[in-house]
T-cell receptor
Framework: QKEVEQNSGPLSVPEGAIASLNCTYS??????FFWYRQYSGKSPELIMS????GDKEDGRFTAQLNKASQYVSLLIRDSQPSDSATYLC?????????????FGKGTRLHILP | DARVTQTPRHKVTEMGQEVTMRCQPI?????VFWYRQTMMQGLELLAY????????DSGMPKDRFSAEMPDATLATLKIQPSEPRDSAVYFC???????????FGSGTRLTVV
């Protein structure tokens, strides 16, 4: 069973601090990785994608990928109350029959004003 | 803004009734996913299509669920007969595949009583 694991949280971070969200995956053949943000009662929204080892930065967000350790993380700098949401890690299991995107259960992030 | 359109937004039905959910993917997107989200299980992959061809529906209960894509502008998910345990939010997502992420629709909140 191919899995994506995340700590469910809640993760509480003071406003202005760095929030660090982690994700591990079981399938070594996974090719690309995504972070989605989901506000309560809303649909998931793509915020970052990464497919090469190392860091990828986009504004206040940095995604980090380590394929050897099967580990993906998301850093949010200068956290704002509007960042309070559930963050979903998604993995593309590139199999014989093309993409298959599976999700972790998400980490609830709470930014403390 | 291009968006994925799902109908209906909410559906309450009695156990045993047929339910059909519809999804209009973003024009030009060639990959469509159906997910189900519950508090306990998170986002579960039900089925997905590439260029309207079904690639994987192993996540669906085959005896009661069916997914089709009659044309490039419409994907459907049908449950017959519905059961209370089918109560969830059903999301459709579309995209180009590969290392690109996917855009989610607003979801259909299904309640089976």
């Amino acid at each position: 069973q191919k899995e994506v694991e995340q700590n469910s949280g809640p993760l509480s971070v003071p406003e202005g601090a760095i929030a660090s969200l982690n994700c591990t995956y079981s399938d070594r053949g996974s090719q690309s990785f995504f972070w989605y943000r989901q506000y309560s009662g809303k649909s998931p929204e793509l915020i970052m994608s990464i497919y090469s080892n190392g860091d990828k930065e986009d504004g206040r967000f940095t995604a980090q990928l380590n394929k050897a350790s099967q580990y993906v993380s998301l850093l949010i700098r200068d956290s704002q109350p509007s960042d309070s949401a559930t963050y979903l890690c998604a993995v593309n299991l590139r199999g014989n029959r093309d993409d298959k995107i599976i999700f972790g259960k998400g980490t609830r992030l709470h930014i403390l004003p | 803004d291009a968006r994925v359109t799902q109908t209906p937004r909410h559906k309450v039905t009695e156990m045993g009734q047929e339910v059909t959910m519809r999804c209009q993917p973003i024009l030009g997107h060639n990959t469509v996913f159906w997910y189900r989200q519950t508090m306990m299980q998170g986002l579960e992959l039900l089925a997905y299509f590439r260029n309207r061809a079904p690639l994987d529906d192993s996540g669906m209960p085959k005896d009661r669920f069916s997914a089709e894509m009659p044309d490039a502008t419409l994907a459907t998910l049908k449950i017959q007969p519905s059961e209370p345990r089918d109560s969830a939010v059903y999301f459709c997502a579309s995209g180009f595949g590969g290392n690109y992420g996917y855009t989610f629709g607003s979801g259909t909140r299904l309640t089976v009583v």
